[in-house]
Every structure is written in structure tokens, then in C-alpha cells.
């Protein structure tokens, strides 16, 4: 062989070899972010220019869909890609079977690096992990306990900035040869929304627009909505979500409590659902939390909350400028978390490209579930309405994601599994229930014509936190039919062109009498297709 065919030989094994290796995938998940609270998704109250980043760069999904609005049933549906009744989680109590197939364990078989570091909250151990260090359940923002490899041991900082600490230096620790897997899980922005300290004056001056349904009479919606638990009116805690406890207060307060009592919030149970206006357990569930904070950090802390103190004090609001009050410092809590998400995410982007591997990694972006942002005047989410049901969902991933590229075509959390899967070359398992995404992206964001008509949800949590009630439900392109069940029995349609925002349920109306029969048998069909059983 001449040397012109030698060279020629080596170039062709040289690129063979590289276009082989598998990408890195690091896949980010915060808890609660709305995408309303993301500027890529228009975002009118807050800038997140490094999520951004990963939409222009890569692709954003505008109809992504969560299969159950709460944390470890959409976590065990994402590792797993079946749904709740079928992988085992169904509520936040619920134990997460840890020797079912996961989408991190066969990216470990197939020659991965894999680690899990932050939220987890599944209630198990972690299983298909080569490290892992995670917070026990909904873990503390300040000075938080890890479990790391199943010792748990206290670090100090920010909780945010902590997991990001440790994924870089997990990156930086492992094998370059090979490819990794980390998934990375913020506890931010979950409730009760404590901003690192850098950022606890960065909305001080602000005043956020006020959601259209704020004050919302729930008039042509069922019991379901009226009955809920979530109001920002009459279900935020004074000193646990507000942060209305004065200085002295909370010192008395820390000098009384018994300090070796659990801070675990897994291990509060009914007893610690308070009613919000009984102030003493108000004061003991915010004690547990300031309490972990070093003298040093209480003071910051004192010094940035007593303005808002004086105010409310003085101000002596009642009814609609109460309301109006309250939720402009609970969107200044929640959105300061989310600036600590969007800076670290920096960091890691930072890092990527410092190591050169920024373009040979699949970066996700999406969150547990949606949140709602004082819509129909409430916050949380476990509804099957817009605000709490939709999820974020932007991935860069340049050797295979046009940059800027949009979807709407319908997906669900059960599909990042499948995805990830297929864009490392992994066969994805048949028993997954959710499909890859990855026609989409080469199909340069358009849904294919063979793609799914609806997708499919189902809540069971209740009774529980915030009185949910439970349901199920499909969502097609234009409409969304809900049955709530258990002690009521009450459908709702909403015809998502006409009422995006879901305020007047159609159910029942004459005029929707031929979608409504329609849309009951989509239900049905997609409840046999996933083996789901009619629930009364
Ligand atoms: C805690 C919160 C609830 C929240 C659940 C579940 N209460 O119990 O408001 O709905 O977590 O959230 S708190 O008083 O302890 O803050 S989830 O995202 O983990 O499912
Ligand atoms: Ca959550």
C-alpha cells in the first residue's frame, strides 16, 4: 500500500473513531420551575440567560408534558420511562424500586460513567450509579447534609452552588476517555424558596406584573379548583414561606427548640401540615431550616427580610392588597432561587468549555414539573392545568440539534429517558412507554407525521398537601379533558385556542358535544395502550 492509501486509511479510522465516541450527557433538572419563569419561554419577570443559552444553541419544546405533577412520580417516570402505576411511584411517600431498569443504568452497561448528584428524593437508595451524592429527601438550602455513596455528613454553603461544586469535580475526576452520564438535580427553586445570600436583595426593587387569574372566583370550574389548598390568599405560612419571622423572634425561638429534632422533611408527616395562620408551628417548621444557618449568615439573612418585615408591619395590609403584598415577595424568593440555578449552569458551560468537551455534550434542560406563579391565584402545582402540567424542556446537543430549532410536538417526561437512550445509541428497552425524541431533532424541529395525538396524565396524590384532588386526563393540540374522581366524580374540558389559560370548563356544552365523545375515546384508548385501568 502507497502512502497516499495509508494516510488516507488512518484518516478514515482516525474520524470512524470519533464519530463512535458517544456523547457526554448531562442532564439538568431543577424542581418547580415554571417555564413561565424562564425568559427563553418569554418570561416576564426575570432573565435566565445561560437556560437560554442551551435553547438558542439547541432546541426548545413548547408542549412538553408532565405525567404526574410532583416530584418522585415524575422523577421515577424520567429514570425509568414508564408511568406512575407501572414503575411503582405514585405519590412523594411512595418507595422507589431501585432494581427496575433505568435509562442511567444501561448508559452504565453500554460503557458510560454515571453519576447522580443532588435532588433525589426517592425515597431508595440510588442504583446505576458509579457516584452518587444526593440530598436526603426535599434537603435543606443552607448548609445542607448529603448522602454520599450511603454516608451522610453535613457541608457548608449554598445548596445550589454545593451540587454544582460537586458535579464539576466529578467531571473532572473520571476517566476522559470514556464517555459520562451525570444528572444533575437542583433542590431550587422548591418551596419554602430560600435565595442563596448573594441574591437575597436582587428583586428588592421590583414590582412583578400581577397574573390576569390572580384573583380568579373559580365560577365555571368544578369542585376540584375550589377546594383546593394552594392559595397564595390563605395557604402561605407567615414565617415559613413569607420569612415574617423578626430577628428576635427566631433567636427566642432557636433557644427553645429541642436542636437534635429531625430536619428531614420526608420524616414530617400530616402532623406538619399547619394551618397557616397557627403561628407556633409556623415558627417551629421555619426554626428547623434558619436554624442550620451559621450565626454569620443569620445576620445577612435578618438584615435583607427586615425591610419587608417593616412593611408589613406598617403597612397593615387587608383583602385584594394583601394578596397582591404576598405574592410579590413570594415571586421575589422563588425567582432569587432561580438566579442561582441560571449562574450555575453558567458555571458548568464555563467548565465544558475550558475541557473542550462543551459540543460533545448532550445538555438537558427541564425541571420535575411546572409551578404556578399566582395563576388562578395559587402557587404549587399536582393539577392538570397549563401552568403546574407543562415542563421546560431545552437540550443543545450541536453534532445532532440545529441551534435555535422549536417544537411543539407533544412529549412527555416518560420520553427523555428513550431519548437520551437513542442519541447515545443505546436500544431503548420496549417495555419504556415513552418514544424517543430524537426524530424530531432531525426532522429540524417539525413533529413528525406519525407522532403521538395526545398525551396522558394521572394524579393520585389525595388526600394530601394542598387537598388535590385526584385525576386523569388527556391533552390533544386544541383541547385538554380532565376527569376528577375518587370522592367527587366531575369532568372538565377546556378548549386550549379559545381559553388557554383554562378559566371556563366546556364540558357538557352542546357545541362540544362531537369532540367531547372524540376525546373520550382518545382517552380511552391511550388508558388500554398504557395498561391503565379506569379509576371511579
Ligand atoms: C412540601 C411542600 C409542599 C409541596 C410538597 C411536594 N410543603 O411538602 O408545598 O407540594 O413538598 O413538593 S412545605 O411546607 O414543606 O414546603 S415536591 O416538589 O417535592 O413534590
Ligand atoms: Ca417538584
Excluded at 219 to 241: C, P, T, V
Excluded at 442 to 451: L, Q, R, V
Excluded at 502 to 530: C, P, R, S
Amino acid at each position: 500500500m502507497n502512502t497516499f492509501f495509508k494516510m488516507l486509511l488512518f484518516f478514515i479510522t482516525i474520524s470512524g473513531f470519533a464519530q463512535s465516541k458517544k456523547p457526554n450527557i448531562i442532564f439538568i433538572m431543577t424542581d418547580d420551575h415554571a417555564t413561565n419563569a424562564i425568559s427563553s419561554y418569554g418570561s416576564v419577570f426575570n432573565e435566565t440567560p445561560n437556560i437560554d443559552r442551551i435553547a438558542n444553541e439547541g432546541i426548545r419544546f413548547n408542549n412538553t408534558y408532565v405525567t404526574n405533577s410532583i416530584c418522585a412520580p415524575s422523577r421515577a417516570a424520567i429514570l425509568t420511562g414508564k408511568l406512575s402505576h407501572v414503575n411503582g411511584v405514585k405519590g412523594n411517600i411512595d418507595i422507589f424500586d431501585g432494581s427496575q431498569v433505568t435509562f442511567p443504568k444501561l448508559l452504565k452497561s453500554a460503557g458510560y460513567q454515571t453519576a447522580i448528584i443532588g435532588k433525589w428524593h426517592l425515597a431508595s437508595n440510588p442504583t446505576g450509579f458509579d457516584y452518587w451524592s444526593v440530598l436526603p429527601g426535599q434537603g435543606d438550602y443552607y448548609n445542607p447534609d448529603f448522602i454520599e455513596m450511603g454516608v451522610t455528613h453535613r457541608e457548608q454553603g449554598y445548596v445550589t452552588d454545593l451540587i454544582t461544586d460537586k458535579a464539576l469535580s466529578w467531571i473532572s475526576s473520571i476517566d476522559k476517555e470514556k464517555p459520562f452520564c451525570l444528572i444533575y438535580q437542583q433542590k431550587a427553586p422548591h418551596r419554602n424558596w430560600m435565595p442563596a445570600l448573594r441574591h437575597l436583595a436582587l428583586y428588592d426593587d421590583v414590582k412583578f406584573p400581577l397574573p390576569e387569574s390572580l384573583f380568579d372566583d373559580y365560577s365555571n370550574r368544578g369542585k376540584a379548583a375550589k377546594e383546593q389548598e394552594m392559595e397564595i390568599e390563605n395557604h402561605l405560612y407567615d414565617l415559613w414561606d413569607l420569612k415574617l419571622g423578626s430577628p428576635q423572634e427566631l433567636e427566642e425561638g432557636l433557644a427553645n427548640i429541642n436542636l437534635n429534632e429531625t430536619t428531614n422533611p420526608e420524616e414530617l408527616k400530616e402532623k406538619d401540615i399547619i394551618e397557616a395562620n397557627d403561628k407556633t408551628q409556623d415558627l417551629n417548621k421555619f426554626l428547623k431550616v434558619y436554624k442550620r444557618l451559621t450565626p454569620e449568615q443569620r445576620k445577612l439573612w435578618n438584615k435583607a427580610y427586615a425591610k419587608r418585615q417593616l412593611e408589613f408591619r406598617t403597612l397593615n395590609l387587608k383583602g385584594k392588597a394583601l394578596v397582591e403584598w404576598k405574592y410579590q415577595q413570594y415571586m421575589k424568593d422563588y425567582l432569587a432561587c432561580i438566579a442561582s440555578v441560571d449562574e450555575n449552569i453558567g458555571r458548568l458551560f464555563d467548565y465544558l468549555e475550558t475541557e473542550n468537551i462543551l459540543d460533545d455534550t448532550m445538555i438537558v434542560y427541564t425541571s420535575d414539573q411546572g409551578f404556578f406563579l399566582g395563576e388562578h391565584g395559587w402557587f404549587d402545582k399536582r393539577f392538570m392545568y397549563e401552568e403546574s402540567y407543562q415542563m421546560p424542556l431545552v437540550i443543545r446537543y450541536p453534532k445532532k440539534i440545529k441551534a435555535g430549532i422549536k417544537s411543539s410536538a407533544l412529549s412527555m417526561n416518560i420520553d427523555f429517558g428513550p431519548t437520551i437512550l437513542d442519541i447515545a445509541g443505546v436500544e431503548v428497552p420496549v417495555e419504556m412507554q415513552g418514544k424517543s425524541l430524537k426524530p424530531i431533532f432531525e426532522n429540524d424541529g417539525k413533529t413528525p407525521d406519525n407522532w403521538r395525538k395526545a398525551t396522558y396524565y394521572h394524579y393520585y396524590d389525595y388526600p394530601s398537601w394542598h387537598s388535590v384532588k385526584r385525576h386523569y386526563g388527556i391533552r390533544t393540540n386544541d383541547f385538554k379533558l380532565i376527569h376528577f374522581y375518587n370522592d367527587i366524580d366531575e369532568w372538565e374540558l377546556y378548549d386550549m385556542n379559545k381559553d388557554p389559560k383554562e378559566m371556563i370548563n366546556v364540558y357538557g356544552k352542546k357545541e362540544y358535544k362531537k369532540i367531547q365523545k372524540e376525546l373520550k375515546n382518545i382517552l380511552t384508548d391511550v388508558q388500554k395502550k398504557y395498561g391503565e385501568v379506569q379509576c371511579k
